[in-house]
């Protein structure tokens, strides 16, 4: 039992890093071409993600059952403790150098590499391939390239149909849009990774015995879930909403506008079929597309590289952390 809420006590601190790590995903078009000032834009976020958490079920269900197989013994507590903390490392590092990597993929990053390191010493511990392809690989090579195609094609649609708008009253008409498309954007982001915290706690509600039904959410799972998420997107994570609201293409409303409606719709449909794809990585994505239609030139290619060698590197990274720290840990267990 005190494992068990040790492993969820660390499990909402991710949930917190999590939520000023990633606030930039929701608010960093919004706050970038002000059409929200940012306390108004994080506030929104945090709402958005309170509501999203809890249409993520499906989300929270393939993280919990669907990637790693653990025994139901403290050392299968000891492998979600020590995945969650090399999330939580990695999720600092990237925050402290403005990188927006995938706290997702640290999360599940995290998992496999506890989980594989505890199945090398002992039997009864496995990493459920299959699903890591399916539910993230495949989500995770797809949804920037989607995100990246529609933001290219949503963009250049609005430039088609308001081509003969007076600039400025369609600066002013975009900036109330997106408030609208600021908040899909944030209940989407809700339903990926305030859900994934949720797919963590029931997992180590299922080892620790407290609950004998793996994918059962108890509805307090979902309200603190959303609401430290909640508190840390309020929280702020302004390096790296300078990194994509600034540095990587110029904002004006028209594109946050395309930009966020692409990737909250991204999230909308994944969310649909259980598959936790990265917020960031859409997000991101679709900035650069729109960005695209503008030529090559309009997009910093050289913070965009960087950012994309931050997704690269962070699934072994958080891997790497993970296996360390089961080390540590193993024996307090």
Not at 25 to 32: C, F, K, L, P
Not at 36 to 42: K, N, S
Not at 125 to 141: A, E, N, S, Y
Not at 155 to 183: D, H, T
Request: aromatic share 10%; proline share 4%; charged share 10%.
């Amino acid at each position: 039992m005190v494992q068990a809420i040790l492993v969820i006590l660390v499990a909402m601190g991710f949930n917190y890093t999590n939520g000023f790590h990633d606030s930039a995903n929701a608010i960093a078009t919004s706050v970038s071409t002000r059409a929200l000032t940012p306390r108004v834009a994080l506030a929104l976020a945090a709402v958005g993600n309170f509501v999203g958490a809890h249409l993520g079920a499906k989300v929270a269900d393939t993280v919990g059952r669907g990637l790693v197989s653990l025994p139901q013994t403290s050392a299968g507590l000891a492998v979600v403790f020590a995945g969650v903390v090399g999330a939580i490392a990695w999720n600092l590092i990237t925050w402290w150098f403005g990188l927006p990597s995938s706290s997702s993929h640290a999360l599940i990053g995290g998992l496999v590499g506890a989980t594989l390191v505890a199945g090398a010493l002992a039997s009864g511990f496995h990493v459920q391939w299959g699903g890591i392809l399916d539910k993230v690989v495949i989500p995770m090579v797809l949804s920037p390239v989607v995100g990246f195609i529609l933001g290219f094609i949503v963009m250049i649609a609005i430039m088609w149909i308001f081509r003969r708008r007076n600039p400025r009253r369609l600066s002013r008409g975009f900036r109330i849009a997106q408030s609208v498309s600021a908040a899909a954007m944030s209940i989407g982001h809700g339903m990926q990774d305030a859900a994934k915290t949720m797919g963590i706690v029931v997992l180590a509600l299922f080892i620790g015995g407290i609950q004998h039904d793996p994918s059962y959410i108890p509805e307090w799972v979902f309200i603190t879930s959303a609401a430290v998420m909640a508190a840390g997107t309020f929280a702020g994570g302004w390096r790296i909403i300078k990194t994509l609201g600034r540095r990587v293409i110029h904002l004006g409303p028209p594109e946050g506008f395309a930009a966020e409606t692409v990737a909250s719709s991204v999230l909308f449909s994944s969310a649909a079929i259980g598959a936790p794809i990265s917020t960031t990585h859409t997000i991101t994505s679709a900035i650069m597309g729109v960005g695209a239609t503008k030529g090559s030139s309009a997009v910093r290619w050289g913070v965009a590289g960087n950012i994309v060698t931050a997704w690269v590197l962070t699934f072994p990274a958080a891997a790497a952390v993970a296996a360390i720290v089961y080390f540590g840990v193993r024996p307090l267990f």
